[in-house]
């Protein structure tokens, strides 16, 4: 068991800066066990040093950079186990647009190995969706599922049907 | 393995049953705040098998079962079907295509199948062991999640490594 | 100090029920102490129906119920005690467009008795202030502030200065 | 009552000296994820007399200094200037205009002023004690506050209603 979780603390340690990288464009992230002594026991402590700024304690990062270095950690785990699928709910919520546009980038990366489902309230993210779902409760208490087309995000978003499944 | 079908049945807000067919790639959900976008992804880590109704958001666990409107009466039982693909043989069963199933009465008491039939809640856990789609596995995102990662408080980071393992 | 509190309680409990219906647009929400016996002892318990829904503890309610919800009962406190300034770090991200504007008009009634410093991502939020200012960290690490105009917002957001304040 | 003036020297990512005019009414700051926000928020926490490292997310008072980037050097000493005017007599003092400062060098002392003359943290904490405006009250909302409001683990509800009474 020790020697599994090792190896598998090595690889995702190595993705999780390579892609920390690829999300902020730069700077430089990484990860270490807390000196414990035996590995099965010690804590995982993230470093993480956006582009151009000093290295600082993880609780000094603002909002979205916290829930960008934690998307980095999520998708290294997933790329070291690949998961069949992932469902994120509005972890896009702290994110700029900017910010928004290469999570999406790094979704489209791993589409090839996961299925992911995005429970989202933003325009960039449903616009990459390769499908849509849309909830509404036109009937108040009870929920309905649609299917969306693109076009009809702004009726669903608004309580309108679209076609009854 | 992918995520193929997923049927609610008296869960949650969903009074009568709905159906989410999906497909490979990214599918989004979407709708306005409270109509029950959040209530899929707890039916999710509810037909895997969660056990804490805290994690559900409720205080027990018939919590999940549509509790009525100002129109319409609660109903007596909640009912999650979700079925997987096993084209690639992930699980070590000889069908393509797998459901599990979760039924709970107003009693509290849960009953399991896995095609049709009935099993336990262990059969159901020991299937997706060594998948990474455990109930509290991080397959599944919610935007507190966030906040734990980066906040380690109860080891949540090195039960992540643990499962990846 | 009971007197006061319990005198206090009353007007907030009548400001917080008048304040939910205008953002929810109906349903019903009421405070009341737990029945500890001495008042300035007893927790504050807040309970809250959306419109159509039956009454369930406001552990069910949706990030953006939850969030609305929270937001009513701190109107409700600045109508009683009116604060001069407030400060509102990003708390309409949980919320969908068509509660991000019933939000913004609240805002706009408090305006006169209050003057609020709102820091949003959203757009719908941006358009209704009477002035803004864009930080920007062109130079990595070291934040300036520009003066801007409505139309500027895309540049500040990218990161690219307007004017030198 | 109302807040005219911030000014930021060498606080946090603010490494030269930065002014926010305010006016009545709404005021939106805008900025990328990471550029500064929040730490305006935290500013004014802070010359309010915020005693708590953690609340303004460090681990030492220190924190608030500017600690460098990898161009520039860290600065020695940060300086908050906050400026409310009196115009309706809120204050008990003479003055139209009142400036409250607070400065801490890498020593950890900080020192505050009244209209620049040296007074103690009680004489500013007393000055805002009855406007509803104190670091920890009401007026200052981050997002989390919406979660401590409606979970109210520590009886946060309560002491809004202490302050507001
Ligand atoms: N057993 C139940 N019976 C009926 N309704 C329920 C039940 N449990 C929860 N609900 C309702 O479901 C609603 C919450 O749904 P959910 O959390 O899925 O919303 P959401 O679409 O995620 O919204 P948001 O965008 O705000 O996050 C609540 O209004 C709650 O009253
Ligand atoms: N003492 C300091 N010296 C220099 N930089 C600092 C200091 N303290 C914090 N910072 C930097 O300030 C940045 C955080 O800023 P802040 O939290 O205000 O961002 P924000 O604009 O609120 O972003 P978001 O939209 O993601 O919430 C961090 O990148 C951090 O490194
Ligand atoms: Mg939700
Ligand atoms: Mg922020």
């Known amino acids: 068991a020790r020697k599994q979780f090792t190896e598998t603390f090595a690889i995702v340690r190595r993705y999780f800066s390579e892609i920390f990288q690829v999300l902020f464009e730069g700077g430089e992230a990484d990860l270490s066990l807390s000196d414990d002594g035996d590995p099965l026991e010690a804590d995982v402590v993230i470093t993480a040093r956006p582009k151009g700024k000093r290295l600082q304690d993880i609780s000094l990062l603002s909002g979205g950079e916290r829930a960008l270095t934690a998307l980095s950690l999520l998708f290294a785990l997933y790329k070291a186990k690949p998961s069949p699928f992932c469902i994120f709910d509005e972890v896009d919520a702290p994110l700029d647009d900017a910010n928004i546009m290469r999570f999406v980038k790094m979704l489209k990366k791993f589409q090839e190995e996961t299925q992911f489902v995005i429970i989202t309230h933003n325009k960039r993210t449903m616009e990459v969706a390769d499908s849509l779902f849309g909830i509404t409760m036109e009937e108040k208490g009870v929920s309905r599922v649609v299917s969306v087309d693109v076009r009809d995000i702004e009726d669903v978003l608004a309580n309108k049907r679209t076609a009854p499944q | ?165």
């Open chain 2, 1 to 165: 393995m992918s995520l193929s079908k997923l049927e609610l049945i008296g869960f949650k807000s969903f009074m009568s049953p709905v159906t989410l067919d999906f497909r490979e790639g990214i599918t989004a959900i979407l709708g306005p705040n409270g109509c029950g976008k959040t209530n899929i992804v707890d039916a999710v880590r509810w037909v895997l098998g969660e056990q804490s109704a805290r994690q559900l958001r409720g205080t027990k666990m018939e919590n999940v079962i549509f509790n009525g409107t100002q129109m319409h009466k609660p109903l007596g039982c909640a009912v999650v079907n979700m079925t997987v693909d096993n084209a690639r043989g992930v699980f070590p069963l000889d069908y393509s295509e797998i459901t599990i199933t979760r039924k709970v009465y107003r009693s509290g008491i849960s009953e399991y199948f896995i095609n049709k039939s009935p099993c336990r809640l262990k059969d159901i856990k020991e299937l997706f062991a060594d998948t990474g789609t455990g109930s509290h596995s991080y397959a599944v995102i919610e935007q507190e999640m966030i906040e734990y990662v980066l906040n380690d408080a109860h080891g949540e980071r090195r039960h992540m490594f643990e499962e990846a393992s």
